[in-house]
């Protein structure tokens, strides 16, 4: 198998691999441990910055090590979409209920009035769904890959 996509099949199993930590745990119902679900940057930064440096090893210079970086970005992009939706359809049906409730909670704890939190929920009513958090999580993964190996190809490319 090529080695970007091992790279990216890595990061797909481990950003879905927290995500059903997360889930499992419940940390996504409670307003401050939910934070704790930006571990997943921080698991692509470590893995992008060790897979550039082995892709360096084969002699990439900076513009291969940016498109090998974005690569496996979207490769791992791939599974997470897929492993958003079965977290959101199959393992966990009531996720965005659960995530609407305590955002109506966080709101109200905020001191926001009745007419601001309808408005905020019909907002946010939009995109929890299963397929627009799949598009994110895609999106989110790609975008981070993409200026994160920008910034680590400077460092780690053959020289």
């Known amino acids: 198998m090529n080695s970007l996509i ?62 090998a970086g974005t690569l496996i970005s979207l490769f791992g992009g791939v599974l997470i979409f897929a492993g958003s939706l079965l977290f959101t359809t199959v393992v966990f049906p009531n996720y965005f209920a659960e995530l609407t409730a305590l955002q109506q909670q966080m709101l109200l704890e905020q001191g926001k009035n009745a007419q601001e939190i309808r408005a905020a929920m019909e907002l946010a009513a939009k995109t929890n769904t299963p397929i627009a958090s799949a598009v994110s999580g895609f999106i989110g993964t790609l975008v981070t890959g993409l200026v994160a190996s920008l910034v680590i190809a400077g460092f780690v490319r053959a020289k």
Not at 25 to 41: A, C, I, S
């Open 6 to 67: 091992k790279y990216g099949v890595l990061l797909g199993i481990l950003v879905v691999a927290w995500t059903f930590v997360m889930g499992i745990t419940g940390w996504y119902k409670d307003p401050v441990l939910l934070n704790v679900f930006w571990v997943v940057v921080v698991i692509q930064i470590v893995l992008l910055v060790w897979a550039l440096r082995r892709t360096a090893a084969a002699g990439r210079h900076y513009g291969a090590q940016v498109l």
